[in-house]
């Protein structure tokens, strides 16, 4: 069970890795330079949006694990990254919140295209989110930085 929820979670952190890269990759095949400058400033801000979500995410998984303080010391790790997904879905799901979407529509070849636009965006964006969230907790707010 615990080697088939790192391999989830490794997948789930590699689509965050690749999103980001297609940015950059779309930006090195563009054909003007007013391509590459709208696909660099939407990328840009996917980035940017996605940090203070990832932040909300885990402070908010950082406050339920606190609350439950004694049962969440029994709890094994796996269990506190599954939440930060679960989180960052709801978050993404109940305020709508797609930013696959604007960044696929801000790509020439696939302006045109709807396949992420609606629930697959949003629960494609929650799972960024939620991967960035493990990001934070284990760079930033573990150990002396907490």
Same mark, same amino acid.
């Given at each position: 069970?615990?080697?088939? $929820?790192?391999?989830?979670?490794?997948?789930?952190? %590699?689509?965050?890795?690749?999103?980001?890269?297609?940015?950059?990759?779309?930006?090195?095949?563009?054909?003007?330079?007013?391509?590459?400058?709208?696909?660099?400033?939407?990328?840009t801000?996917?980035v940017?949006?996605? !940090?203070?979500?990832? &932040?909300?995410?885990e402070?908010?998984?950082?406050?339920?694990?606190?609350?439950? !303080?004694?049962? %969440?010391?029994?709890?094994?790790? /796996?269990? /506190? &990254?599954?939440?930060?997904? &679960?989180? %960052?879905?709801?978050?993404? $799901?109940? /305020?709508?919140?797609?930013?696959?979407?604007?960044?696929?529509?801000?790509?020439?070849?696939?302006?045109d295209?709807?396949?992420f636009?609606?629930?697959? !965006?949003?629960? $494609?964006?929650?799972?960024?989110v939620?991967?960035?969230? !493990?990001?934070?907790?284990?760079?930033?707010?573990t150990?002396?930085?907490?």
């Open positions: 069970m615990r080697k088939l $929820l790192k391999a989830v979670l490794v997948v789930v952190s %590699a689509v965050f890795l690749v999103t980001m890269f297609v940015g950059v990759a779309m930006a090195q095949a563009a054909t003007t330079a007013t391509d590459t400058q709208a696909i660099v400033g939407v990328f801000a996917f940017i949006a996605v !940090g203070p979500l990832a &932040i909300l995410t402070r908010g998984v950082a406050v339920l694990r606190m609350l439950f !303080g004694k049962l %969440a010391e029994k709890a094994p790790s /796996w269990f /506190w &990254i599954v939440l930060a997904f &679960i989180v %960052a879905l709801v978050i993404c $799901l109940g /305020w709508q919140y797609n930013l696959i979407a604007t960044l696929a529509h801000s790509i020439p070849a696939m302006a295209q709807s396949t636009d609606g629930v697959a !965006g949003q629960v $494609l964006t929650g799972l960024c939620g991967a960035a969230a !493990g990001v934070w907790h284990e760079k930033f707010f150990g002396d930085n907490v």
